[in-house]
């Protein structure tokens, strides 16, 4: 089945400092999602990218759709503590099809 | 307020006993969708809906069962033939027309 691969598990920032992930895929998917999960809550939708090479901002949040639609990356510009949670990166690969996630990564900012 | 509603938040229940876990949603979505949580694993698929009366089997299907007989209500049930039942368990809906998923908050099952 489709897997979508998230590493490292966990990733630690100093305050202030930027941070990318990656997700990766040997599928093709048609839409990219990312999520951001605080302890013992649901996941909210940080950014979606519908389409091969989007680049899409949410104030400190960017976000882009690999152009050959296997990969996306999250990047966190200038953390701050309250970024601090687990990051999913979450994709369809068409029409009715399931939504497929990562495993997360784990983010602690240091102040 | 529009949202996905899941009840309650914390559940405990005897082993050998059965469970349903309530997902409302009032956003008017079409695709329902129902994970399970444990620590380092991820989110994995249990169940999923398209449409009303119609559901289909996720990765890990087995030991749960859903029913989808009205468009904003999808519970799952946690039954005695799941192994390790004791997980967070979180619902979430689509819209037909974009690729976007909308997550509850989660019901923390403990089975002891």
Not at chain 1, 72 to 80: K, M, Q, R, T, V
Request: some cysteine; aromatic content about 12%.
């Amino acid at each position: 089945g489709q897997q979508l691969n998230q590493s490292p598990q966990s990733m630690f920032i100093q305050e202030g400092e930027d941070v990318s992930m990656n997700c990766t895929s040997s599928s093709i998917f048609n839409t990219w999602l990312w999520y951001k999960q605080d302890p013992g809550e649901g996941p909210v939708l940080l950014i979606a990218l519908y389409k091969a090479g989007e680049l899409t901002s949410n104030g400190r949040l960017t976000a882009q759709f690999g152009i050959t639609r296997k990969d996306s990356f999250l990047n966190i510009s200038a953390s701050i503590p309250s970024d601090v949670g687990i990051y999913f990166c979450a994709g369809f690969t068409g029409a009715n099809s399931k939504l497929t996630f990562g495993k997360g990564i784990t983010l602690s900012v240091r102040p | 307020d529009g949202g996905i509603t899941q009840s309650p938040k914390y559940l405990f229940r005897k082993e050998g006993q059965n469970v349903t876990l309530s997902c409302e949603q009032n956003l008017n979505h079409d695709a329902m969708y129902w994970y399970r949580q444990d620590p380092g694993q991820g989110l994995r698929l249990i169940y999923y809906s398209q449409i009303v009366n119609d559901f289909q089997k996720g990765d890990i299907a087995e030991g749960y069962s859903v029913s989808r007989e009205k468009k904003e209500s999808f519970p799952l049930t946690v039954t005695s033939a799941q192994k390790n039942p004791t997980a967070f368990y979180l619902c979430a809906s689509s819209p037909r027309d974009r690729y976007e998923a909308f997550f509850g908050q989660g019901t923390r099952l403990t089975v002891v």
